[in-house]
């Protein structure tokens, strides 16, 4: 499987994201080259080899951050004493700006509140679908022995999301959504109020170091129907 060392992201201040060049330590080390940003954290390897670094890296630039921010990847084989370099661009976005329009995706902004604490936030680029949950309904019998509503409840609609492709690590960082108590759909403008649904949570079955994710949420606020 080749090891794609060109990567290229796009998220907003404040944001944290988890990735890796391989999902396990094999013969390969990677160095960065050039100006890494402070909030681009590597995990160095143990001596001898502690100018290398493990495959895998945290990108979690602070508030306040935004711009296009570019460094290499250089990838040593140890075994065969052969190298790869790479490129790493990171496009941050300010909360104010609009999210980055890809062709034939939406790009759904979620926050939720970390279950050990803080706040986290992933921008789902893959599609996503409108839905309407079904709610609860009473009904009676009019005097013609009709049977009618006369209220239904608890009718959200929602949306079903994919991730678009993601690394296990980022798969793992989005599962975290599913344990919050918080969360909420960022517009551009307003943070909308949601409740995730743990269990839509479903893996796509991969053999790839990258694979899409779907599950569904609804709004937090429930249609307002007219009762009979």
Sequence with gaps: MAIVLDRT?????????????????TTFMYAFTGTVPTWVTTTALPA?????????????PPEGVSGVFTFGVTQYDYINATTLTGTVTITILSLTENP????????????WFDPIGGWENFIFNGKAQAEQGKGKAA???????????????????????????????????IADAFKSV???LWSGATFTPIMIDPQTFRRVRSGDSFAEYEFSFIYAVEDIIQTQ
């Design 9 to 25: 992201y796009s998220l907003y201040e404040m944001a944290t994201f988890n990735d890796e060049f391989e999902p396990s330590f």
């Design 48 to 60: 001898p080899y502690a100018a290398y670094n493990f495959p895998d890296f945290i990108v979690a």
């Design 100 to 111: 980055i329009a890809l062709p034939h995706c939406i790009n759904t902004n979620l926050a």
């Design 139 to 173: 009904t009676f019998v009019n005097s013609d022995g009709e049977k009618r509503f006369a209220r239904r409840d608890e009718v959200h609609q929602g949306l079903i999301v994919t991730t678009g492709k993601v690394s296990p690590l980022s798969a793992n960082f």
């Design 182 to 184: 918080q969360a909420y």
